[in-house]
């Protein structure tokens, strides 16, 4: 209820910045969309082992399975780099501009990846202007950029994405041998 009556005693103009926020902010996801999925599916349509719509419709069906079988923990993973008193106390406009500005970077990060043709991750860079914006707003209130980081979240977080790429490579390789094994009809473990 306190939320609906926050919502009510905004102003026109406070409203519009609401709407320009939440625009930008689709416009992140449409970005991600787009820029993740065209990492997804270059190797199978490249090596022609899917045609390109095929490969988009299995690429958003996984990753719908996913984002509902992994739940929301990796959100709040990302959401908890902030201080929870910056979160909580973001009544100035200087919230929008953080929102505006952590968005803005994501999105023109996503955007000069994608059009030099270089991989990159859509999550890395939010988290990167998630912690550039804590770091920013942190020096502009207390004069030092490191207290605008949980820095044990951070730490949590930046192990998980230097872990998972060898997960996925170990157990790629893994199932390639598994592969080229069960091709050949012999066991090829020891």
């Given amino acids: 209820m306190e939320f609906l009556e926050s919502l009510a005693s905004l102003t026109s103009g406070q409203t519009l910045l609401l709407l320009v926020a939440l625009a930008i902010a689709f416009g992140f996801e449409c970005i991600n969309g787009f820029h ?3 990492n997804a599916v270059a190797t199978v349509i490249y090596t022609k082992s899917l045609k390109p719509t095929p490969a988009v419709i299995w690429s958003g069906i996984w990753n719908f399975i996913g984002v509902h079988a992994g739940g929301i923990g990796v959100a709040f993973s990302i959401v908890h780099l ?3 008193d910056l979160l909580v106390d973001i009544r100035t406009g200087r919230g929008l501009a953080m929102v505006f500005s952590l968005l803005g970077a994501a999105i023109i990060w996503n955007f000069a990846t994608w059009y030099r043709g ?3 991750s859509s999550s890395h860079a939010l ?3 998630i912690m550039g914006v804590g770091m920013m707003n942190a020096w502009m209130e207390q004069g030092s950029a490191f207290k605008g980081i949980n820095w044990h979240k951070a730490t949590e977080v930046g192990l998980a994405l230097l872990i998972s ?3 996925g490579f170990g157990l790629t390789a893994l ?3 598994l592969t080229v094994c069960a091709h050949h ?3 090829c473990i020891p």
């Fill in 185 to 187: 009809n012999h066991s």
């Fill in 82 to 84: 902030l201080p929870v």
């Fill in 175 to 177: 199932l390639l041998l």
């Fill in 127 to 129: 988290i990167g202007s």
């Fill in 36 to 38: 993740d999925t065209a």
């Fill in 165 to 167: 790429p060898a997960i």
């Fill in 118 to 120: 270089l991989p990159a």
